[in-house]
């Protein structure tokens, strides 16, 4: 470990089916406005948000005419890239709307819609080929935390995501138990601590050293205001990704000022 390499922290609020195109405009402009009045500096703290299908190009065209501070990202997309997939969204469509991240494999996605790992894979090379960051989501269940205990099921997911993945690739990891995600219960720094050192090692693994000290590696699940410096104070933590809490404005902002209200 060289424990040198600055990574720019990342905070990402994943709407999930939450918010039409109209909300979703009222919202990045307010949440620009909050960030702008409070002098956030994004160099300091990246701040993404990750809106329906839907909303992508009214977000694409506010944050483009306003010169907004905000990357901006989808929450899935289909493994292939064009073809008789009806419901699907290529990548290509969210590189042309001008989407730096999309996420892959979130906990919903593999649970409500068995996402397996080799779909999770072909997701992510589709990502990489639409030079999209993909934002790779592991966690693991309580069953599993009880059976395999706190790193196995996450480090053997982020493997299966890497499968076939060799050069110096631009990734994002998000490590969200299950457990935690919506449950208001969220894990503790430690915790998260630990498990995001595993993934970090499967990374200087498959990715190289390099690499693996520039990836950003998330925690998610019930990240709130009060919580989040906790998180952020642990050296293999680089930011969040927040559900339920992104979508208020004043609690969004203020996480992703953490710095300010902990004095980091
Ligand atoms: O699933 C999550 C983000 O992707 C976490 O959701 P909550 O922050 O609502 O627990």
Request: aromatic share 6%; charged share 20%; hydrophobic share 45%.
């Amino acid at each position: 470990m060289t424990g040198t390499v600055r990574r720019t922290p990342l905070i990402a609020g994943n709407w999930k089916m939450n918010l039409d195109h109209l909300q979703a405009i009222a919202f990045v402009q307010k949440l620009a406005w909050g960030l702008a009045d409070a002098k956030h500096d994004v160099a300091s703290v990246e701040v993404a948000v990750f809106p329906p299908f839907t909303d992508l190009r009214s977000v694409q065209t506010l944050v483009a005419a306003d010169k907004l501070p905000i990357a901006f990202g989808a929450q899935d997309l289909s493994e292939h890239d064009s073809g008789a997939y009806t419901g699907e969204i290529s990548g290509a469509f969210l590189s042309a709307l001008d989407c730096s991240y999309v996420l892959i494999g979130h906990s919903e996605r593999r649970t409500l819609h068995g996402e397996s790992d080799e779909q999770v894979s072909g997701k992510v090379r589709a990502a990489l080929r639409h030079n999209l960051v993909p934002i790779i989501c592991v966690g693991e269940t309580s069953d599993d935390l009880e059976k395999h205990g706190p790193s196995a099921v996450p480090v053997a997911q982020l493997k299966a995501a890497l499968s076939g993945i060799t050069s110096t690739v631009d990734i994002v990891v998000a490590y969200e138990p299950v457990w935690a995600i919506g449950s208001g219960q969220a894990a503790t720094p430690e915790q998260a601590e630990q498990v995001a050192a595993a993934l970090r090692a499967v990374l200087v693994d498959t990715l190289g050293e390099d690499v693996a000290q520039k990836t950003r590696i998330l925690y998610g699940g019930s990240v709130k205001s009060s919580n989040i410096a906790g998180f952020m104070r642990e050296p293999n933590v680089d930011g969040a990704l927040v559900g339920g809490a992104s979508l208020d404005l004043n609690e969004f902002t203020s996480i992703v000022r953490y710095q300010k209200h902990v004095g980091l």
